[in-house]
């Protein structure tokens, strides 16, 4: 759970800095931080992608889980998810409901995403947590940005943050006896592929790309390995 950790102190510390310096930071300033972390990103799942022995593998894990996901719809449900529990609050003048609103907003933006799940199982197989610390830094500054506005409730979300993200690596640590090495390299090349995928939809703005739909390939990629070793 390290990378939680250090997640949650970057929103901390972002969320705080946002109280005290309010709307003072620069959009240029962070829209330039913002397109550094997406050329990092970009260039990190690539040496992800690089430590897989079969690329094939990888590709055929893509391509099943994007049916899966295209299926399941799972991007939609996602951004579904988010609109929804967003739309159970309306931002009034009152106390209440600002702490609410960014108690919320906050915690959708750190937590409803591809990054934060595949952070999070990467961290409880193998104790890599540099996805995990990678989007800490996202969110701290998106911290910084939402509290500038928000006010406090978005230092609240930490604890969504802690139960999310946490919970999802104690889960994935539970399958560590399951998971051989092989498997786990060529998950964390599809992961790779997927954070690619971020970079460039979401961070850099290139292309829009669903990259929700292609979660299912994160579980896909080890089956493959195990099939494989059958034959």
Avoid at 18 to 31: A, H, M, Q, Y
Avoid at 95 to 122: E, R
Avoid at 145 to 170: E, P, R
Wanted: with cysteine; hydrophobic share 55%.
């Amino acid at each position: 759970m390290t990378g939680t950790i250090i997640n949650i102190i970057t929103v901390l510390v972002g969320g705080s800095l946002g109280l005290f310096l309010g709307t003072k930071v620069p959009e240029r300033i962070r829209d330039t931080v913002m397109a550094g972390l997406g050329l990092f990103v970009l260039g990190f799942g690539l040496y992800n992608f690089l430590e897989t022995n079969n690329p094939l593998i990888v590709l055929g894990s893509l391509l099943v889980g994007a049916l899966l996901g295209e299926w399941w719809k799972i991007e939609e449900k996602l951004q579904s998810l988010g609109s929804y529990l967003e739309s159970r609050f309306t931002l009034k003048n009152d106390g209440t409901n600002m702490f609410v609103h960014g108690f919320l907003a906050a915690s959708i933006l750190f937590c409803v995403g591809p990054m934060a799940i595949i952070g999070s199982i990467q961290d409880g197989l193998t104790g890599d947590f540099n996805i995990l610390a990678t989007k800490a830094i996202m969110d701290g500054f998106a911290a910084l940005a939402f509290a500038s506005t928000l006010g406090s409730g978005v230092l609240f979300s930490v604890v969504v943050i802690l139960v999310y993200q946490g919970g999802l690596s104690l889960l994935a640590n539970q399958l560590n006896q399951v998971i051989t090495t092989p498997m786990m390299a060529e998950m964390n090349a599809a992961g790779g592929i997927l954070l690619i995928g971020i970079a460039i939809s979401s961070l850099l703005e290139i292309k829009k790309i669903r990259v929700g739909n292609f979660l299912p390939a994160l579980f896909i990629a080890p089956l493959i390995v195990y099939i494989l070793g059958f034959l």
